[in-house]
């Protein structure tokens, strides 16, 4: 039985908090497979708002078992923060389930990553400062600690006592910090312990029994294709793969058990943080996207950088995601502006070039060839049929699907829930399409 993985296609911020709720209406469990409180997800329905880190957003629908799983970095306190937020809004979340393998965001970590960006000065990732990368960093070398070790207080004893000597020399050796004490570290992690224990489990055999069942699951990506540490603009990535194949190693569930993957996207582009972006504006439009799009950090604040979309890395991200179709979000903020435009292609040291350059140095030197399209004016907030979209805005949408090669499924045009047009059917738990466009 089917799984279905929405993902970013972009740097981050495309959406994919409202189309994982969107979606979530017809499966029986969603789960977030990589990344941490780095994340900020923004669901809207009627006047309300939620942003969401580390809880999958299925959480709002009380059918859907919220799942994180073994890929996720957890800060088990924003876990905690952010559980206590749902339910005193009303939110069920005795169903959250927490993957007892997925590692352990530290007071430490935190620490490290904000310790390491400041040495870094002008040269920096502009992480979220959350601990993300040294969090994975330790999962890799081997040093990290497991949701499931919480559990266990003799288990994070001997962990921190042969982990904590040398994080305290490196957080005083090298970045002249503050040492942490043991005794204080080993209380809070206890406590966490104790306050997670009914959702601490086996999320791998949780999903896998629940595809054996016959129920559809859908997997939640965090950021998106260009800031993967594999695939994205390294060094300026995240420390996880949020392509889609990260569903499989973070999610567990197998290659042949993924259906369907819709990517995500908006319909100009953003950035937080440092690194390339050859379509960024730094104009007036580049200011009436970040303000119409209210293009501030849903976890940090920060002002997102904003820029026209750019098709190049579009093919790339569809094609190393295996896209099936796309959610393209956002279309609204676009109506008033004289032109459109859409990058293209890219001039590098006189020659015109339409791959993605894996290059960082390359990146960094491309000019965007752009091409223009009539704006529009009307305010699509309560369109629902693509029929009645302006044809101007009607032809972006098709040079966006020409370029992207799969279907743009749904389009939306505002935050709220219902702002959406739907252009298939919607995904049943027999598993019907969401592949056919019928417009
Ligand atoms: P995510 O990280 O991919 O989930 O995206 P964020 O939640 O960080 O940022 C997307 C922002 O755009 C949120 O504030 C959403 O409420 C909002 N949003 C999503 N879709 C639309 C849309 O079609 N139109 C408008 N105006 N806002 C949207
Ligand atoms: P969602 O899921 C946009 C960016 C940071 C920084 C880089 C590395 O809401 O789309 P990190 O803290 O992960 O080590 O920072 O990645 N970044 C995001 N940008 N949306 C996100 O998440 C992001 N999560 C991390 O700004 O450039
Ligand atoms: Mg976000």
């Not at 001997?158 to 040398?166: F, Q, T």
């Not at 995601?321 to 676009?334: F, G, R």
Request: overall charge negative.
């Amino acid at each position: 039985m089917p799984a279905t993985v929405v993902v970013g296609l972009q740097w981050g911020d495309e959406g994919k908090g409202k189309t994982t709720d969107l979606l979530a209406e017809s499966v029986s469990h969603v789960v977030r497979y990589q990344g941490g409180d780095n994340a900020g997800h923004t669901i809207v329905i009627g006047d309300e708002v939620f942003k969401l880190h580390l809880v999958p957003s299925g959480v709002l629908y009380p059918h859907i078992v919220p799942v994180i799983g073994n890929g996720v970095v957890v800060n088990p306190q924003t876990l905690l923060d952010e559980m206590a937020m749902l339910a005193q809004r009303g939110i069920d979340t005795t169903r959250v389930r927490v993957s007892a393998a997925a590692h352990v965001t530290m007071p430490y970590h935190v620490a490290l990553d904000r310790a390491m960006e400041a040495r870094r000065g002008g040269g920096n990732i502009g992480t979220t400062n959350r601990g993300i990368g040294p969090t994975y960093a330790d999962r890799a070398a081997r040093t990290g600690i497991r949701m499931g070790d919480l559990l266990d207080p003799p288990a994070i004893r001997a962990a921190l006592e042969r982990i904590l000597p040398e994080k305290n020399a490196l957080m005083v050796g090298v970045h002249g910090a503050q040492p942490m004490e043991l005794e204080p570290l080993l209380e809070r992690a206890v406590a966490w312990g104790d306050a997670l224990r009914a959702h601490i489990t086996d999320t791998t055999g949780l999903v896998q029994a629940a595809l054996a069942a016959g129920d559809h699951v859908l997997l939640e990506g965090a950021q998106g294709a260009l800031l993967d540490l594999d695939h994205g603009t390294y060094p300026y990535v995240t420390s996880s793969n949020p392509v889609a194949g990260g569903a499989c190693t973070g999610g567990g569930v197998g290659p042949l058990q993924i259906d369907q993957v819709i990517g995500v996207m908006k319909a100009y582009a953003t950035r937080v943080g440092s690194g390339p972006f050859p379509t960024e504006l730094g104009d007036p439009i580049g200011t009436y996207l970040l303000e119409k799009g209210r293009e501030f950090g849903t976890t940090t604040g920060r002002r997102r950088r904003c820029g026209w979309f750019d098709a190049v890395p579009l093919r790339y991200a569809v094609a190393v995601n295996s896209v099936s179709s796309i959610m393209l979000n956002k279309l609204d903020i676009l109506s008033g502006l004289p032109e459109v435009r859409l990058g293209v292609a890219y001039r590098l040291d006189g020659e015109l070039v339409d791959r993605w350059p894996l290059s960082l140095a390359e990146l960094e030197r491309v000019e965007p060839v752009f091409e223009t399209f009539p704006g529009w004016d009307e305010d699509l907030g309560g369109v629902r049929r693509l029929a009645d979209l302006p044809a101007a805005a009607r032809a972006f949408i098709d040079t966006l699907e020409a370029r992207a090669g799969v279907p743009i499924a749904i389009v939306s045009v505002g935050p709220e829930r219902t702002q959406t047009i739907v252009r298939t059917e919607r995904p049943a738990r027999s598993g019907a399409s969401w592949g056919a466009v019928a417009t």
